[in-house]
């Protein structure tokens, strides 16, 4: 009877330590994380109804499903619709802030013009 509870208890000991590997992030997942925590605690580095000018990273389809460039300011990430096709990632645009996420860790913007 003793060994079956040994055996039992050496297999919870390793599920157990199977599961805390597998939950491990990634060091660019854990860079992410901070970064985002870190970004929650300061105030956004642009403004409402301004206009920036910055270089697309890439497109994405947001919330919305329509197509939008994604770019940065300072670090802070702008969401552009409106953009043309003829845009491309590494293309530089300008864009008006409209408004801000809920916890103002990026911002929603519209294209104004090509830099």
Do not use: C
């Amino acid at each position: 009877m003793q060994l079956v509870w040994l055996i039992a208890g050496g297999a919870a000991l390793a599920v157990l330590a199977l599961g805390g590997l597998l939950r491990r992030r990634s060091s660019g997942e854990r860079a992410s994380k901070r970064a985002h925590d870190a970004a929650q605690q300061r105030d956004p580095p642009v403004e409402l109804g301004e206009t920036y000018e910055f270089g697309v990273t890439e497109f994405t389809d947001h919330h919305s499903g329509d197509r939008v460039a994604v770019g940065k300011v300072e670090g802070f990430v702008l969401f552009t619709d409106d953009v043309p096709a003829s845009v491309s990632p590494g293309d530089v645009i300008r864009a008006k802030v409209l408004s801000f996420n809920r916890g103002h860790t990026s911002a929603d913007a519209r294209f104004v013009e090509r830099a």
